[in-house]
DNA sequence: TAAAGAAAGTTTTTT
DNA sequence: ACTTTCTTTA
């Protein structure tokens, strides 16, 4: 034991030691924080003698959640000690407690209730907008689930949010109508959605008191991770499982809020020792993870922020090489470069971890297919994920149907998935007749089945059909969900088995036989593995894995091993890569186009670029494009001004030719002459191969002038994979004589002109130029007469 | 009812 | 550009 905190340094020490009372523990990024966690609750396990039921450590995602997880488990392993505590998001941490204790809070739920996640939730709130009969113009079903998402995140049911709108605010007033409704039809069906979660059990602790004891009781420690990210809901739900003892430990980082959008509310992390008085507070400032020269460049970036205390961040590392730029003629290009550099770097270290961030999912597209084309393997975090694509929901709604056939959105979805011949008009019976008999959907199709008013023969069979395969599936998967424990217990496995099989989806898809039915087909299989490894757990039942599959969004049990990471400046929080890209710096990317203009919005951009950079360890690069395609119109992009709020001395210019960078330094007059020629990219030149690749690059720089001259030649030398490196268009003789984005132009009447915007094709091929003193214009590229300039 | 064609919206970040 | 959703047609 005395071993095991000897590895920590003083301040962490003392927060592994300091098991009683509140504790705020402000992380600096990379000060260690996973580890201090991971052995506090090992200490209070080890030392403590605390029971591991008796302690609860809450994170906002479960990849944070599982990493912890697994640190605990290792330390405790070392320690001889097997059990864990319970390490959970906030979201199941509530499924866990509403599914044992929701009926006591007595609305009508219970405890098989259905999550709804939001593709789910919009769905049900598009059908409100529909049927209450308000324009879908002016509430667009996302922005409508924003506003009662915000709404519930304020802990402010459908009557508060109705009572607060004001009598003019028309769309205000139809919101709340919508709200009330989607409330309402969420009951019926029995279902919650990812905010519910949170709100029904804080409800339900207010109201309940025999349930508040009980958790009380149990958790007598609570440790919350990524504190500055909670909102008022979450806290009042940390406040409610802390009323009995207050040994809380929180933990956070008020320069990486980076969620202020979804309801966070910093003031928990600044007000935490007023709301919990007699609260002790320990500073980690030492950082274990990054070179100084990151630290000085990320610390550079959010130092531009007002709204901020301000704190050091010290580290003993080297000070490390200096943060690498590239400027891209296109997102194409940038993304070959990255793929490009990371070959590079493997080279020399075969193993290094990569970490690609961008600002928007979108993004990833380009840097997939960039890898794939240099054959790196990849993990991507987010997006798309697994248990989003289209056949998965299928399946993952017909077992919830199977578990409660009430569940009308469920029902919907999959009613006529495989076609079966249950067309819309068939549909709009049933939904006729339901709602005038005050039924679920199931509950009308055996209505229609006894009187099929309306219906043809053949609709009332396929209902039949559809109606027996629904009971079918309930058989086995109530085997499954151990509700009765008189059949022989089925694996979870096995039930996802069949439900793909008896759905007729199996024979579908082999049937169709086309690359995309393959692809899915092998994401069935995937589902299928999934719920093995659920089985080989000896996890619970087949409602747990229908909770897992709709809360874990992301592909969370991604590979540590894999080369190259994909994802979210979001999604990195709390990781860390030797080796970082940080892409599409650009106005209007990042920071994004929505946050430009408002200063506190800009302010949490500039907290997630602090969050993206210092997730590199060695080596970072900062990229961005000067021109890329946004809707299909190619648009110029300017460098994002973040780049700008670096210390363009701590930069290296890895760009071919003139770029944003040489002109920023020029422009603040800082004379880089003496050590930018001795070290032209920082490498020296001094054997066969990388004078070729100087002279490559110069090449390249050349071809930038005059492009429709011997550009090939770069590109023809053996070591022609080098110059690709700096992400030379496709030398199309096209693409050579056309006016980019970015460039400049010169029309006989007004002169010279920035093209901003391309759009179209060959003849129709469509300029927005922008002229000094006329303005922009819009020019059919073929009828201008324009000349490069 | 299903397939083919047209129109419209899409891209902020996550559970 | 791309995908989803609505509309028309066989």
Excluded at 7 to 22: F, I, M
Excluded at 256 to 271: C, E, F, H, P, V
Aim: aromatic content about 8%; proline content about 3%; overall charge neutral.
């Amino acid at each position: 034991m005395v071993d095991f905190l000897s590895s920590l340094n003083p301040e962490q020490r003392e927060a592994v030691l300091t098991t009683e009372g509140p504790l705020l523990i402000h992380a600096g990024a990379g000060s260690g924080k996973t580890r201090v966690i991971a052995h506090r609750t090992a200490y209070l396990i080890a030392e403590k003698k605390v029971p591991s039921w008796n302690i609860l450590a809450v994170t906002f995602t479960n990849k944070a959640a599982q990493e912890m997880r697994l640190r605990v488990q290792k330390l405790l392993r070392d320690q001889q000690f097997s059990s864990t505590p319970w390490v959970l998001t906030f979201h199941s941490l509530c499924v866990r407690i509403l599914r044992q204790d929701i009926e006591k809070l007595g609305q009508g739920y219970d405890r098989t209730f259905t999550i709804y996640d939001q593709d789910d939730s919009v769905r049900v709130v598009k059908n409100c907008i529909k049927d209450l009969g308000i324009d879908q113009k002016l509430l667009a079903p996302r922005p409508t689930l924003g506003a009662i998402s915000a709404a519930k995140n304020r802990a402010q049911s459908s009557n508060l949010y109705a009572a607060s709108a004001d009598y003019l605010d028309e769309r205000r007033a139809a919101i709340s109508r919508v709200y009330e409704l989607y409330e309402s039809r969420l009951r019926d069906n029995n279902a919650l959605d990812f905010d519910d979660l949170l709100l029904k059990t804080v409800r339900l602790l207010e109201n309940s008191k025999e349930v508040r004891e009980k958790y009380n009781h149990k958790f007598q420690y609570i440790l919350v991770d990524e504190y500055q990210d909670t909102n008022p809901l979450q806290f009042r739900l940390i406040e409610l499982l802390t009323q009995k003892q207050k040994n809380i430990c929180v933990v956070g980082d008020e320069d990486q809020s980076i969620y202020k959008w979804r309801g966070a509310d910093i003031s928990n992390i600044l007000n935490f020792e007023s709301k919990f008085p007699g609260a002790k507070t320990i500073r980690l400032e030492q950082n274990y993870r990054s070179t100084q020269v990151i630290l000085d460049a990320a610390g550079s970036v959010v130092g531009h922020n007002f709204q901020r205390k301000g704190k050091s961040l010290w580290t003993s590392n080297p000070r490390g090489e200096r943060v690498r730029y590239h400027q891209a003629p296109s997102a194409e290009a940038e993304a070959r470069f990255v793929a490009q550099c990371i070959l590079d770097h493997r080279e020399s270290q075969f193993d290094i971890r990569a970490a690609v961030l961008y600002r928007t999912n979108s993004q990833s597209r380009l840097f997939e297919e960039a890898m794939r084309r240099v054959g790196l393997s990849y993990n991507i975090v987010g997006g798309f994920s697994f248990y989003e694509r289209r056949e998965v929901r299928d399946i993952t709604a017909y077992l919830k149907l199977a578990l409660n056939p009430n569940d009308s959105v469920a029902l919907q979805r999959v009613i006529n998935s495989p076609p079966r011949g249950i067309g819309k008009s068939t549909i709009e019976i049933l939904e006729r007749r339901a709602k005038d008999a005050g039924v679920t959907l199931w509950e009308a199709i055996s209505q229609l089945v006894e009187q099929p008013e309306g219906l043809g023969t053949r609709a009332v069979s396929a209902l039949k059909q559809f109606r027996s395969l629904v009971k079918e599936l309930r058989q086995i998967s109530l085997a499954a969900a151990g509700a009765d424990a008189r059949h022989p217990l089925m694996l979870v496995s096995d039930v996802v088995k069949e439900t793909i099989i008896r759905t007729g989806y199996d024979e579908l898809l082999k049937l169709e036989n086309t690359d995309e039915a393959i692809a899915r087909l092998d994401n069935l299989q995937e589902l299928v593995n999934a719920a093995v490894d659920y089985d080989d757990r000896g996890e619970e039942g087949l409602r747990e894995f229908i909770d897992h599959a709709a809360l874990v969004s992301d592909a969370d049990d991604y590979k540590q091993d894999v080369p190259v990471t994909l994802m979210t400046a979001h999604s990195a929080k709390g990781l860390e890569f030797p080796l970082v890209f940080i892409v599409g710096l650009e106005q209007g990317i990042f920071p994004h186009s929505r946050s430009v203009g408002d200063e506190g919005e800009l302010e949490e951009e500039r907290r997630l670029a602090y969050v993206a950079m210092t997730r590199a360890e060695k080596y970072l690069y900062v990229t961005h494009a000067t021109s890329r395609r946004i809707y299909g119109a190619e648009l110029a992009s300017e460098p994002s001004q973040f780049l700008n709020e670096m210390p363009l001395d701590l930069i290296e210019d890895f760009s071919p030719g003139n770029s944003w960078l040489s002109f920023a330094r020029s422009s603040k007059q800082i004379n880089y002459d003496s050590t930018e020629r001795k070290k032209f990219t920082g490498k020296t030149y001094d054997n066969v191969a990388s004078i070729q690749e100087f002279f490559n690059l110069r090449g390249v720089q050349m071809g930038q002038v005059k492009r429709e001259g011997g550009l090939e030649a770069g590109n023809t030398g053996r070591s022609g994979q080098k110059s690709r490196l700096f992400g030379n268009e496709e030398p199309s003789a096209e693409r050579a004589t056309e006016f980019v984005p970015g460039s400049y132009v010169r029309h006989a009447k007004y002169g010279r002109g920035l093209v901003l915007r391309r759009e179209g094709a060959g003849d129709s091929t469509k300029l927005t130029v922008s002229f000094p003193g006329y303005g922009q214009k819009k020019l059919i590229q073929k009828y201008a007469a324009l000349e490069r300039d």
